[in-house]
Every structure is written in structure tokens, then in C-alpha cells.
């Protein structure tokens, strides 16, 4: 089990985040959605208050800057745990980053699934991936199947 715990930024990063954010939130969904959507991640990945965000991940992770999922790889970028192309409201939320290696990152990918209320149960559902023509849908769930998020606010226990 992999334990995770918070080192935050500081609070003028987290304030940068939801500047960076609103213009993510600006973006007209349309088909030139994801491609804008990247465009502004790239633009501020590289800014000056993500060294803040690059530092605190770097101290999560599990040894010397080791990838959070399979503990073995070199951890070389930040990954979304929920993929931005299906949350794009958490783009820029700390709360949702965590450094992976290359080869989990793209295995994972934009792969995700959500545990929906069924009677008194609850069942596994596979988001989809948008289909090139068809009109873009977001899951509205928030009871995620592989990490919440919000759990990330104390600390994550994970069993991969």
C-alpha cells in the first residue's frame, strides 16, 4: 500500500490555479474543445508558480522522485488523476495532480470509471471516450472508482 501525504503549495499557487482555471472554464465546448483545452495546459505548465506544484509533487513521491503509481519509474510529469478531458473543471486543481512515469500516465491515459448508485448498491461504470462527431459529454459522478481526488486533502492510501 502506497501512502501519499500532502505537502500543499503555496497560497499564491493555489490562487494562480484558479486564475489558470476560470480560463479553462472560458473555453467553448465545441470541436476544437480538447485542442484548446491542451493548449492551455501546455501554456501554463511552464509557468513560474508551477515550480511550486513540480516541488511539492516531487517531495509526494514515493522515494526519489519515483512515478505514484508503479513506484519503479521515473516520475517525469504531472498526471491528472481525473483526466481533464473528462473533468475539465479540475484542470488546475491541486487536488488532482500526482507525478507519474510516462508508461502509466499513458496506459492510463483518459481511462476512467465511476461507482453510480443502483438501488442500494452501487455499479461500476466505464466512461467512454468521446467519439470524433458526436457532441462531448462530462461525467457528472464524483464517486470515482480508481483515486478520489478529494481525498488528497489528508492523505491517499493506495492499493495497486
Not at 473555453?27 to 493548449?39: C, Q, S
Request: hydrophobic letters at 40%.
Amino acid at each position: 500500500m502506497l501512502h501519499i501525504l500532502e505537502i500543499p503549495p503555496k497560497a499564491k499557487t493555489l490562487t494562480r490555479l484558479d486564475t489558470f482555471q476560470a480560463e479553462v472554464d472560458r473555453i467553448p465546448v465545441d470541436d476544437n474543445w480538447k485542442k484548446r483545452l491542451d493548449a492551455t495546459w501546455a501554456k501554463y505548465y511552464d509557468d513560474p508558480d508551477f515550480v511550486d506544484i513540480k516541488d511539492c509533487l516531487a517531495a509526494m513521491c514515493p522515494g526519489r522522485m519515483r512515478c505514484c503509481y508503479c513506484e519503479d519509474s521515473a516520475a517525469e510529469g504531472i498526471d491528472h488523476i481525473a483526466p481533464k478531458a473528462l473533468f475539465p473543471q479540475s484542470t488546475f486543481a491541486w487536488s488532482n495532480y500526482i507525478y507519474a512515469c510516462a508508461v502509466c500516465n499513458k496506459k492510463k491515459s483518459d481511462t476512467w470509471a465511476l461507482f453510480v448508485p443502483n438501488g442500494v448498491n452501487r455499479t461500476f461504470t466505464r466512461i467512454p471516450r468521446h467519439r470524433k462527431g458526436h457532441p462531448r459529454k462530462f461525467p457528472t459522478g464524483t464517486d470515482h472508482v480508481f483515486i478520489n481526488p478529494e481525498w488528497m486533502t489528508q492523505a491517499v492510501f493506495l492499493n495497486l
